[in-house]
């Protein structure tokens, strides 16, 4: 089965630009989480959708990240402009609404560097 | 907010010795927990699971106990091997909080071969 996908791996932008991160989830999973990972700390999540709709999207700093799944598949975030503290790595997730487990399985990640 | 905090940013052992990671969480409610290895230049990888109604679950070289009296989780790994360099994480979920996993800040394990 293959995993998370997620594109690019590095990106370097200068603040005040625009970016955006791209991601797969696993065939099949209706579940699909997009987090920021800041150096030395763990993920803290940014939004999460079931199939194409939002679930929770407190975290999300709104005046400047925005994200969508259409199709309730693929997702992009996007953040717009970018502002120094937004260098972190861009983790996205995927797990499936069936069986008991909440696992979630992660791809390895966009790193941001804002300068 | 929710407050998941471990005891040790870092953490070395000696090849073959066992390893306890430490996890302390503030919210006595939450039904679930999971500890993910992270491997650096990777994202977070499942390890084990373990729901609020159990104390003891074990894996492949790897034990997870809960203590809900104390709020606090371990991570036990057996047998310690180089690959199991990383940075090991905790993470909670709790029902009321609508579906959101919490992560600690996480403690790096190096083994010395």
């Known amino acids: 089965e293959a995993g998370v996908a997620q594109s690019p791996r590095y990106k370097i932008i200068e603040k005040r630009q625009s970016v955006a991160f791209w991601c797969n989830p696993i065939?099949?999973?209706?579940?699909l989480y997009w987090y920021q990972q800041i150096l030395g700390q763990g993920p803290k999540l940014l939004i999460q959708?079931?199939?194409?709709?939002?679930?929770?999207d407190s975290q999300l700093p709104k005046d400047r990240f925005s994200a969508e799944r259409l199709k309730g598949v693929d997702s992009t975030l996007k953040i717009q402009p970018a502002k120094l503290e937004d260098s972190a790595v861009y983790l996205c997730?995927?797990?499936?609404?069936?069986?008991?487990?909440?696992?979630?399985?992660f791809g390895p990640g966009t790193r941001l560097t804002v300068t | 907010g929710e407050s998941v905090g471990l005891h040790l940013p870092t953490l070395s052992v000696q090849e073959g010795d066992n390893s306890i990671i430490n996890c302390a969480y503030s919210?006595?409610?939450?039904?679930?927990f999971i500890w993910y290895k992270q491997e650096s230049g990777k994202g977070p990888q499942f390890i084990i699971d373990?729901?609020?109604?159990?104390d003891k679950r074990q894996g492949q070289r790897v034990t997870v106990l809960l203590n809900k009296t104390v709020k606090h989780l371990s991570l036990q790994i057996a047998a310690t091997q180089p690959g199991d360099s990383a940075v090991y994480f905790c993470?909670?979920?709790?029902?009321?909080?609508?579906?959101?996993?919490?992560f600690g800040t996480g403690t790096s394990l190096t083994v010395i071969p």
């Open positions: 959708f079931q199939n194409n709709g939002v679930v929770d």
């Open positions: 065939s099949g999973h209706a579940t």
């Open positions: 919210n006595s409610a939450s039904d679930y």
């Open positions: 373990i729901r609020s109604n159990m």
């Open positions: 997730a995927s797990s499936s609404t069936s069986g008991s487990s909440y696992e979630q399985y």
């Open positions: 993470a909670e979920w709790t029902r009321t909080t609508g579906n959101q996993f919490y």
